[in-house]
């Protein structure tokens, strides 16, 4: 058997509504019970975004709280990863849920566009998230959407501003950002053992339906796998997703067609080198 792969379950984003698919998980409960759905399915990362009751996307500090206490009940053990970066816009709010010491947060370390908007990260802001990281033992993820930022990543980590060796996630498929591409891809990969080790720990993510392709070559090549509806709505161009529990599903067939079994939330977090669950 090959090395344990990790999933992260990416519940709900900042831009997927019900209208989109019904399953995408809105209200702190729904979040909840789609999030436990999937811990039982294999996921042991939660990467959370919150929403207002409008669906639009909130950094409202009292609901990453709500959030993050009901999955420390009902999924125990589970790392909970809460998103920095969901809202346009570069201000301190994005940050404002790091005093409440989620196992991880997601760092986007640098700027480039998205589908309709540009996703601003200015160096200032980058800074200030990481500081407060370090402040209060947050693990950072730290967001490739492009090259630069695992360099970016590399030079934070070299400047003490990154504690640990930087878990690079590589974010693939995002219209007007890094496309699908093999050859980048097996280039990422290539990067982040040359400035962090053989042994570095990373993670990959497509969107849409590219979703299932970044799993199984991320699976096959020593990585860990993030899937979900906020990354993917669909199981193919016909249906859509009846869940995240469902896309974990399938992200687990996945490794055991390549023969790695599934880390569970205690394995993950000897691999990522995390602090025991409170
Ligand atoms: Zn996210």
């Not at 999937?38 to 500090?61: K, L, M, Q, W, Y």
């Not at 993820?141 to 501003?161: K, P, V």
């Not at 974010?171 to 570095?200: H, I, Q, S, W």
């Not at 906020?230 to 067609?257: H, K, T």
Request: negative net charge.
């Amino acid at each position: 058997m090959g090395k344990s792969c990790i999933i992260c379950v990416a519940i709900t984003g900042s831009v997927p509504t019900k209208a989109a698919n019904p399953a995408v998980p809105i209200s702190i409960s729904e979040q909840i019970e789609s999030t436990h759905e999937a811990f039982e399915a294999g996921a042991s990362i939660c990467h959370a975004h919150v929403r207002n009751d409008d669906e639009t996307p909130s950094s409202d500090p009292e609901k990453f709280a709500a959030l993050k206490e009901g999955l420390e009940k009902h999924c125990p053990g589970m790392i909970i990863q809460l998103s920095t970066g969901g809202r346009s816009g570069a201000g301190k709010e994005r940050g404002g849920m790091l005093p409440l010491r989620p196992d991880m947060a997601s760092l986007s370390v640098g700027s480039n566009n998205f589908p309709t908007r540009v996703y601003e990260n200015p160096p200032d802001l980058v800074d200030w998230l990481a500081a407060e990281m370090i402040k209060f033992d947050v693990r950072p993820e730290i967001e490739a959407f492009d090259l630069s930022h695992i360099f970016r990543a590399r030079e934070m980590h070299a400047a003490g501003q990154i504690k640990d060796t930087p878990y690079v996630q590589f974010v693939m498929g995002v219209k007007n950002a890094m496309p699908v591409d093999r050859a980048v891809f097996d280039f990422y990969v290539e990067t982040v053992k040359r400035l962090f080790g053989d042994d570095a720990e990373w993670c990959a993510a497509g969107v849409g339906p590219n979703q299932i392709v970044l799993n199984e070559w991320a699976i096959a090549s020593g990585g860990h796998v993030r899937t979900g509806l906020e990354d993917n709505v669909r199981l193919s161009r016909e249906e859509l997703a009846a869940s995240n529990a469902q896309l974990v599903r399938r992200a687990v067939e996945i490794a055991e067609r390549y023969e790695r079994p599934v880390a569970t939330w205690s394995e993950a977090r000897d691999i990522l080198r995390l602090r025991a669950p409170t």
